[in-house]
């Protein structure tokens, strides 16, 4: 059974830094897209960053390149988030979601309707 578990949230305040931890366990990274998202209330789930290891890919929503990096630990099947210089508007629940690639291309996606398995998510808060 996949399972996906983040940690690492909390409140810190405007430029700040955070790092987001997500520990799967029923599947390895070989051949899975792992992503962050964040749901801000009132707001659609938006893909934050995204990255399938095994072939060296990653990407990033513009409004947090430069600033947020993703990347995995494949010995212990986790994957991070690090964000820095965190601002207001950052504030979010933040999920851990996978998806297995079968065929095509390795890039992974952005959306969250690419991904099968989630994790129940972890709140960031960022004050002024």
């Known amino acids: 059974e996949v399972q996906l578990v983040e940690s690492g949230g909390g409140s810190v305040q405007d430029g700040g830094s955070l790092t987001l931890s997500c520990v799967a366990s029923?599947?390895?990274?070989?051949?899975?897209?792992i992503g962050w998202f964040r749901q801000a209330p009132g707001k659609d789930r938006e893909g934050v960053a995204s990255?399938?290891?095994?072939?060296?890919?990653?990407r990033y929503r513009d409004s947090v390149k430069g600033r947020f990096t993703i990347s995995t630990d494949h010995a212990k099947n986790i994957a991070f988030l690090q964000m820095n210089s965190l601002k207001p508007e950052d504030t979010a629940i933040y999920y851990c979601a996978a998806y297995q690639f079968y065929s095509g291309s390795y890039i992974p996606g952005l959306d969250s309707w690419e991904y099968d398995y989630w994790g129940p998510g972890t709140q960031v808060t960022v004050s002024s």
């Open positions: 990255i399938s290891s095994a072939f060296g890919y990653t």
């Open positions: 029923g599947f390895t990274f070989d051949n899975y897209a």
